[in-house]
C-alpha cells in the first residue's frame, strides 16, 4: 500500500509537469543554404540517444532535470530521469501501443493500453523535427561554429511555446541544444544535449526485447 502510494504521488508529480510545460510553456534570415528540400540529416533521422539537461523558466523559479532519451522511428520513445534524485528512476516507455509507466527501485509499474498521445512529449528532438515537418515560418542563420534554425508554431494556443530554436554544431552536424520561446521569444524551456548519438539505436536498446 506504501509503494502504491508513492507510486500514485510520482504519477500525479510527473504529470503535472506535463501539464505545466504544456500550458505554461509551447533569429533572422541570413541566407545560408539550409531549407526543408535540403538534404539535412538531423532533420531525417531514424533514431537517436541523448542525455540531456533541462531547465524550466517561470516568473518565480528555475526548475532543473537531467532525463535520459531514447527514440526509434516511427513512434517509439522512452525517457528516464536521471535527477531530481526524489523522481530518479522514472520512466516511461512508448512501445508505439502502450505506455508504461515505471520506477524499478520501487518496483512499481503501470501500463496504458492502446494509448495515442504520446506525442505530447515537447522535449524530445523528434518533437522539434515534427514541427519542422509543417512549419510554414522558418528562419535560419548561422554563427562561427553553429547553424540555427528557428521554427513558429502558429497553430499554438500556448503563448509561452510559440517558437523552438535547434542549434546544430557544423562540424559534428548534431544538435548542442534546443531552446522552447514565448510568443515574446524570451526563454521557457532551455534543452542542453550533454550526449547524443544519431542513427545508432535499435528496439532492443530502447524496449530491451
Known amino acids: 500500500m506504501k509503494k502504491k502510494r508513492i507510486f500514485i504521488i510520482l504519477i500525479i508529480f510527473i504529470i503535472l509537469i506535463i501539464i505545466f510545460i504544456h500550458i505554461a510553456y509551447k533569429i533572422s534570415?541570413?541566407?545560408?543554404?539550409?531549407?526543408k528540400s535540403d538534404k539535412f540529416d538531423i532533420l531525417n533521422i531514424s533514431s537517436y540517444e541523448a542525455l540531456i539537461e533541462v531547465q524550466v523558466y517561470s516568473n518565480r523559479n528555475t526548475n532543473?532535470?537531467?532525463l535520459r532519451q531514447k527514440y526509434l522511428k516511427p513512434n517509439i520513445l522512452k525517457?528516464?530521469?536521471?535527477?531530481?534524485?526524489?523522481?530518479?528512476?522514472?520512466?516511461?516507455?512508448?512501445?508505439?501501443?502502450?505506455?508504461?509507466?515505471?520506477?524499478?527501485?520501487?518496483?512499481?509499474?503501470d501500463i496504458y493500453e492502446d494509448y495515442n498521445n504520446i506525442t505530447g512529449n515537447n522535449l524530445s528532438l523528434v518533437s522539434f523535427i515534427n514541427e519542422y515537418n509543417k512549419a510554414e515560418n522558418i528562419k535560419n542563420e548561422e554563427t562561427e561554429n553553429e547553424k540555427?534554425?528557428?521554427?513558429?508554431?502558429?497553430?499554438?494556443?500556448?503563448?509561452?511555446?510559440?517558437?523552438r530554436k535547434l542549434y546544430i554544431d557544423k562540424k559534428s552536424n548534431i544538435p548542442t541544444k534546443m531552446e522552447i520561446l514565448d510568443i515574446n521569444q524570451n526563454i521557457t524551456v532551455y534543452i542542453?544535449?550533454?550526449?547524443?548519438?544519431?542513427?545508432?539505436?535499435?528496439?532492443d536498446d530502447i524496449l530491451g526485447v
Open 29 to 35: 534570415n541570413s541566407g545560408n543554404n539550409i531549407s
Open 64 to 66: 532543473k532535470y537531467i
Open 79 to 109: 525517457q528516464e530521469v536521471i535527477k531530481p534524485e526524489n523522481i530518479k528512476g522514472l520512466t516511461t516507455t512508448y512501445d508505439g501501443t502502450n505506455l508504461v509507466i515505471e520506477n524499478k527501485s520501487l518496483n512499481l509499474k
Open 148 to 163: 540555427v534554425i528557428q521554427i513558429e508554431i502558429k497553430n499554438s494556443k500556448n503563448k509561452y511555446e510559440r517558437f
Open 192 to 203: 542542453l544535449y550533454k550526449e547524443i548519438k544519431i542513427n545508432k539505436t535499435s528496439k
